[in-house]
């Protein structure tokens, strides 16, 4: 379990976009495979982007073309780009690390941190 603290959650207009910010001490975000996964009120979680170590990216079906996962190895920060935001992507966003590197492609996270509220209404 890394100590890595989620930002940037916001209530939005749908069409709008976030950007939001994973980060924290005592670890890389090279060292491991880091993703986003949310879960809405409800509902189970649901992975949605993920950087490998070497910079290899995967994203869930629903967020292609809309979200982007990125990081700055200098500010040992993950971020992730959210564009013309939709009602759907309601919920509270996480960031995670595995190792393994199917769990990468697969994007499959366990939720870490508090995690940020994101809100969008139309």
């Known amino acids: 379990q890394l100590p890595q603290v989620e930002s940037g959650g916001d209530s939005v207009q749908t069409g709008g976009s976030l950007r939001l910010t994973c980060g924290g001490s005592g670890f890389s975000v090279t060292w491991y495979c880091m993703g986003w996964l949310r879960q809405a009120p409800g509902k189970g979680r649901e992975g949605l982007a993920s950087?490998?170590?070497?910079?290899?990216?995967y994203y869930a079906d629903s967020v292609k073309g809309r979200f982007t996962i990125s990081r700055d190895v200098d500010k040992n920060s993950l971020f992730l780009q959210m564009n013309n935001l939709q009602v759907e992507d309601s919920g509270t966003y996480y960031c995670?690390?595995?190792?393994?590197?199917?769990?990468?492609?697969?994007?499959?996270?366990?939720?870490g941190g508090q995690g940020t509220q994101v809100i969008v209404s139309s």
């Open positions: 995670g690390a595995v190792v393994a590197d199917s769990r990468c492609r697969r994007l499959d996270f366990d939720k």
């Open positions: 950087m490998a170590r070497d910079g290899t990216t």
